[in-house]
């Protein structure tokens, strides 16, 4: 497998290429509110304000509460009639890959940049972080997340690194991940094997596609020796085998918890999961109507929930990150998509010609 060590620069041209050579007629890129950590996502058909994108293992619509890649591909509807080139998660992908089999998007419409990321760590995480060490925000120019450690680097160049804990971690739904790439993506990046002050990216060819694009773009000195090459594959490998271990441990011991269900009490139908959700499709939610008209109760929704979604859920882990109740949502979801997978043979995401589960009754 070829790997291209490419600069933010050679990022920037990759997405006009694709936008000048007709691959899409709009990118899903980002725009900064305030500072890095706060990046909204927007389409844009102009070239030139692609080099604004904060790209970072970490962004990409990581930080602004219920947004995500996927999410925004399904809100916006783009993807039905328009070419776009997405910037997203392997989970964002599992969830396109997911819109596509219930028609809410056109699968030959999309363009995939997919991150081979670690995780991300929650926005709440980052911000009490900041205000306990005084961060300026404003003043960071990258980051990066490594296996034990969380890296800023700001405008002068000097770094900051923080060692993860039980305290200051990466969400707890990816510290569970086993599926951090995906293989629809045309393109993967990531920063595996890369020095912790780097700047550079790891860009993989996944697709002909993208080969021709590599070839287009005169890549080829950009070619990374088989050096790096094994130590991206082993750090891959070691952050997919912690997870492993990691997901196992936790789903057992949810699962055989007899009171797992007890946090249903806690939930105040607030909605903010149904909103993040990039799989929830409906154009109006039955079920927060239903609990606004007061007929139903606060945990038959949620309940209701775990059957509408559980056999479509990506395990994207933004219902969880995102509940203001703390209900560990992310563990109800992985076992649900774990015992699917064992029991079905179905994962939801990974591939596009398996039917619709609950469509697949024999
Ligand atoms: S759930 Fe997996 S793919 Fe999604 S952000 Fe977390 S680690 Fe990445
Ligand atoms: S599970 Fe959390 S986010 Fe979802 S409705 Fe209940 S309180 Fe709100
Ligand atoms: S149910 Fe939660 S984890 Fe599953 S796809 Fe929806 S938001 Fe993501």
């Known amino acids: 497998m070829m790997r291209y060590k490419i600069t933010k620069t050679d990022f920037t041209m990759l997405l006009s290429h694709l936008l000048t050579e007709k ?3 709009e990118v899903l890129s980002g725009t900064e509110k305030r500072n890095r950590f706060a990046v909204v996502p927007e389409f844009t058909s102009d070239p ?22 996927s999410n ?20 964002d992908i599992r969830a396109m890959v997911e819109l596509d089999k219930k028609l809410q998007l056109e699968w030959d419409n999309l363009f995939l940049i997919g991150l081979h990321d670690m995780g991300y760590i929650p926005n709440k995480t980052l911000k009490k972080w900041f205000k306990a060490e005084a ?29 993860l804990s039980d305290s200051f971690n990466i969400a707890s739904n990816c510290s569970r991940c086993v599926e951090k790439s995906h293989p629809l993506a045309d393109f993967l990046l990531g920063t595996y094997g890369l020095p912790e002050d780097s700047d550079e990216f790891i860009i993989t060819p996944q697709s002909p596609r993208a080969e021709k694009i590599v070839k287009a773009l005169q890549w080829d000195s950009k070619q990374i020796e088989s050096k790096l090459a094994e130590k991206y594959d082993a750090v891959a490998t070691a952050v997919i085998d912690k997870c492993a271990i990691k ?16 946090f249903l009490i806690k939930c105040t139908a607030c909605g903010i999961c149904v909103n993040s959700c990039p799989v929830c499709f409906c154009a109006v939610c039955s079920l927060k109507a ?67 589960m609950h469509l697949d009754v024999k």
């Open 23 to 25: 691959y899409a007629t």
């Open 48 to 69: 030139e304000a692609l080099a604004n994108f904060p790209l970072s293992q970490l962004l990409t619509y990581g930080y602004t509460r219920q947004d995500s890649a």
């Open 72 to 91: 925004t591909i399904l809100h916006s509807k783009k993807a039905l009639d328009t070419k776009v080139a997405v910037i997203g998660r392997a989970c």
């Open 135 to 163: 961060i300026d925000e404003t003043t960071v120019v990258s980051e990066r997340l490594t296996q034990t450690e969380f890296i800023l680097k700001f405008a002068d160049g000097t770094l900051k690194k923080e060692l």
């Open 247 to 262: 997901r196992e441990a936790d789903l057992e011991a949810f699962m055989t918890n007899e009171d797992r269900f007890s």
């Open 290 to 356: 239903q609990v606004k008209a007061k007929t139903m109760d606060k945990m038959t929704f949620l309940t209701t929930r775990f059957t509408h979604v559980g056999d479509t859920c990506v395990e994207c882990g933004r219902c969880t990150t995102n509940c203001p109740q703390n209900i560990p949502l992310d563990l109800v979801f992985q076992s649900l998509r774990q015992t699917f997978k064992k029991k079905r043979g179905y994962a939801a995401g990974e591939d596009r010609s398996q039917t619709v």
